[in-house]
């Protein structure tokens, strides 16, 4: 390197100690370490902690009242039995695979529709129409399940707009109520993130399948699609991890019931622990939960981790 | 909940043109497209009262003083609001103030360290470190309350400080993840010269990365104060003395109540949203002037 001063062999620093120190820039740095610190302080002791701590509790007999709260310990895998032949768990279970699979297809094919349709349409129609659905979206959980509570009981807007106004929807309809409200809940960001990535399809591959005949079905099959699959991968593992948590909507509109039509995992869970005061039998539908968000999580890390 | 936000947040830089030549070159069959265009538009017109419809009680019931479950012409009048922005209910709201603020502070500036270090610093293990960050930043971590329920019972902790704190570990590995983007995205020239100057290390965080990556971190603080303040779960499991709770809460404890104030109800909620709306429209502008870092390093 030219730039490097000529340095007294003697007294000063010798050629290949200037070119340590060049390097010195990507060695490790004592300060690095007190940067990350804080974060990953707080990530071990309120993530990592608690969640090997909840294995743990799965195990044992803690509740929340009465004397096993105060002296409890390891019950091995009774806990898992009891999990076993629960009936109640299994049509949790079952209940949130609905709901997610709902949550994923409706978020799915609406936000689509939406994305395609909206970049066609006039501008005022796309500020209309797109706001409402980014307004559905930001909303919070509980003032989104309060209006939908609103709107779908016996006298709500739905019934009042389809003239039957003494139909009660909720309670009708219970799972499919909350999923559609899920959907309309999350709709948003799959519009935002699907109108993205439309725009960025090269307008010359569409052309040229319309010079060749191609119907709108083999356009949007062989070259959106194709095109558009890892940002609907992405949504709908992120839908998913979402659907799977989603506590506040239903607690809102119908707190699991009626009976347990609508009672997700995490409301079981919280149900079992704060309800019937089992606490160690709710973190273990808490792990199950966390299990099945692993799942998502590891694909949803394999799609991210490609753009770092 | 709020998480839904998350990667949202990153991908608000959505241009505002169209791309109108991805309609087909139809010349010919103008009267075609026309009805094409018509029904195209009738259908999102359903699909915008589909999605209205159901926010309509939200915001007729607030303005009326005699509201019920139903939708109908209000008997406007904004006593709602004046009702609902008095005593434990304006309170509640300054509890939600005060949880989402600590909570983002504590996410941001711890969550600005790390992400500066992945970015710039050579660090061991880094790649499972980035993983473990983008793997917690997808998996809701409110599933983990039951634990951390039984950690604070034990230690005191069920008030609002702590939980601030547990839902600021919620949103943190979002916040790293897109924090570390940004700054990635910084020249790394004026650092340099930075250090060329003898600064240390806090000195060109303050002064030269931060300020650059200033929308990076504007938005990911915005989506955790987001997070924290729509969150219900946390708090309702979390946090024990009735003065603490905060506004979701409060919403929730209305429906308990013997006789539904259905006109307060909707008031309250509406005004609940605003901030949301608010930090909505900064964020989006955020991002459209976000990726503008050309002009600082001259030459």
Known sequence: MASIPMVDTVTGPSMSELWKTRRDKSRFQWSSLGLLTPAFALLIILFLVPMGFAVYLGLTNLTLVGPTAVKWGYTGTQNLLRLKSDTSFWSSLWATGIFIVGSIAGVVVVGYVLASLLMRARPWMRMIVGGIVVVAWMMPAVTAGMTWYASTTGGGAFATLLGTPNTNFLDNNPLLVVTIASVWSMTGFAMLVMGAALRNIPSEAIEAATVENASSWQRFRMIILPLLRPTMTAIVLLTGLLALANFSLIYIMTQGGPGNATNILPLYSYQQAFTYNNLAYGALIGNVMVVIATIFGVFYVRITARRL | ?299
């Open chain 2, 1 to 299: 909940m709020s998480e839904k936000d998350a990667v949202a947040t990153a991908v608000l830089d959505v241009p505002e043109t169209p791309i109108t030549s991805v309609m087909p070159p139809e010349n010919r069959q103008t009267q075609r497209t026309k009805v094409r265009s018509v029904s195209l538009h009738l259908i999102l017109g359903g699909l915008g009262i589909l999605f209205l419809a159901p926010m309509l009680w939200l915001f007729l019931a607030a303005i009326d003083k005699n509201a019920s479950w139903g939708i109908e012409w209000p008997h406007f009048s904004l006593i709602n609001f004046k009702h609902v922005l008095t005593g434990s209910l304006l309170h509640s709201l300054w509890n939600s103030v005060v949880l989402a603020v600590i909570s983002t502070a504590i996410a941001s500036v711890t969550g600005v360290f790390a992400a500066y270090s992945l970015s710039r610093r050579k660090i061991p293990f880094k790649g499972p470190l980035l993983l473990f960050i983008i793997f917690s930043s997808g998996v809701p971590l409110a599933i983990m309350v039951i634990p951390v329920y039984e950690i604070f019972s034990r230690f005191g902790f069920l008030s609002i400080l702590p939980t601030a704190v547990f839902l600021s570990v919620t949103s943190l590995p979002f916040e790293v993840y897109l924090m570390k983007n940004f700054i990635d995205a910084v020249p790394t020239d004026l650092e340099e010269a930075a250090r060329m100057e003898r600064a240390s290390t806090f000195q060109v965080l303050r002064r030269v990365v931060i300020p650059l990556a200033m929308p990076g971190i504007a938005a990911a603080s915005i989506f955790g104060f987001v997070n924290a303040w729509g969150s219900f779960v946390v708090p309702l499991i979390l946090i024990s003395p009735a003065n603490q709770q905060p506004a979701p809460i409060a919403i929730y404890t209305f429906l308990t109540l013997p006789k539904a104030e259905f006109g307060n109800i909707a008031a309250y909620s509406l005004v609940f949203c605003v901030p949301v709306f608010i930090l909505y429209a900064v964020s989006s502008r955020l991002f459209r002037e976000g990726f503008v870092l050309g002009g600082g390093v001259k030459g």
